[in-house]
T-cell receptor, first 115, second 108 residues
Framework: GAVVSQHPSRVICKSGTSVKIECRSL??????MFWYRQFPKQSLMLMAT?????????EQGVEKDKFLINHASLTLSTLTVTSAHPEDSSFYIC???????????FGQGTRLTVV | GIQVEQSPPDLILQEGANSTLRCNFS?????LQWFHQNPWGQLINLFY???GTKQNGRLSATTVATERYSLLYISSSQTTDSGVYFC??????????FGRGTSLIVHP
C-alpha cells in the first residue's frame, strides 16, 4: 500500500503564533495533495488542493494568507497556520495521490489546539 | 458540485451481525473510495471502487456507476469495526467530495 505520514499528530500553541504541519508521502510520488479540516462529529471539509510546483488552490471561504500551503517536492506538502486563534483549533488531515482523480491516501491527522 | 449522500447516518449492531451502508451520488464519477475513520481520527482506505465489485475479507463493496450508488457490506461485524465510514467521490473537477458518513457502533 501507499503510506502518508503527517506530523505532528498533536500540537498546542499560543494565540498569535504560527504552526507548521507536514504531510509526506513515504513510498510514492504525490503530484496532488489535499488539506482538510474536520470538526467534531462532522465530515471532512476540503481546504485546498496542492499540486507539486504550483500554487495551491483554495476552497471558497478559506483564507490563503492564514493557511499557507507549500508543495515544494513530490513527497512533501506543508500547511502553516499563521497567527493562530482559538477558533483555528481543529483536526487537520492531509491526503496524497499519484495524480488527479486517482486513489487518495490519508495521513494520521493533526489535532491543533490554540490556547 | 457533486452531492454525496450516505445512509444510514447512525447504525448500532450486535457483534456478529451483517450490515449494508449506502452511498448515493448526484453525477458521474471517475473515482469512488470507502474509508473507515477509527476513534483516533485515522482514515483507513477500504476500497477504491469507481465501478464493479471488490471483496476484502469480511468487507465487500459494489458500485453501480450508471445508477450512481455504491454499497459497502460488512459481514460478521466485530467491535473493532466501530467508527465512521465515509464515501468520497471525484468527478470531472477531480475535487474529492465526502459524504457525511455513517457512524457505526458494534456492541460485544
Amino acid at each position: 500500500g501507499a503510506v502518508v505520514s503527517q506530523h505532528p499528530s498533536r500540537v498546542i500553541c499560543k494565540s498569535g503564533t504560527s504552526v507548521k504541519i507536514e504531510c509526506r508521502s513515504l513510498d510514492f510520488q504525490a503530484t496532488t495533495m489535499f488539506w482538510y479540516r474536520q470538526f467534531p462529529k462532522q465530515s471532512l471539509m476540503l481546504m485546498a488542493t496542492s499540486n507539486e510546483g504550483s500554487k495551491a488552490t483554495y476552497e471558497q471561504g478559506v483564507e490563503k494568507d492564514k493557511f499557507l500551503i507549500n508543495h515544494a517536492s513530490l513527497t512533501l506538502s506543508t500547511l502553516t497556520v499563521t497567527s493562530a486563534h482559538p477558533e483555528d483549533s481543529s483536526f487537520y488531515i492531509c491526503s496524497a495521490s499519484r495524480g488527479a482523480g486517482t486513489e487518495a491516501f490519508f495521513g494520521q491527522g493533526t489535532r491543533l489546539t490554540v490556547v | 458540485g457533486i452531492q454525496v449522500e450516505q445512509s444510514p447516518p447512525d447504525l448500532i449492531l450486535q457483534e456478529g451481525a451483517n450490515s449494508t451502508l449506502r452511498c448515493n451520488f448526484s453525477d458521474s464519477v471517475n473515482n469512488l473510495q470507502w474509508f473507515h475513520q477509527n476513534p483516533w481520527g485515522q482514515l483507513i482506505n477500504l476500497f477504491y471502487i469507481p465501478s464493479g465489485t471488490k471483496q476484502n475479507g469480511r468487507l465487500s463493496a459494489t458500485t453501480v456507476a450508471t445508477e450512481r450508488y455504491s454499497l459497502l457490506y460488512i459481514s460478521s461485524s466485530q467491535t473493532t469495526d466501530s467508527g465512521v465510514y465515509f464515501c468520497a467521490v471525484t468527478g470531472g473537477s477531480y475535487i474529492p467530495t465526502f459524504g457525511r458518513g455513517t457512524s457505526l457502533i458494534v456492541h460485544p
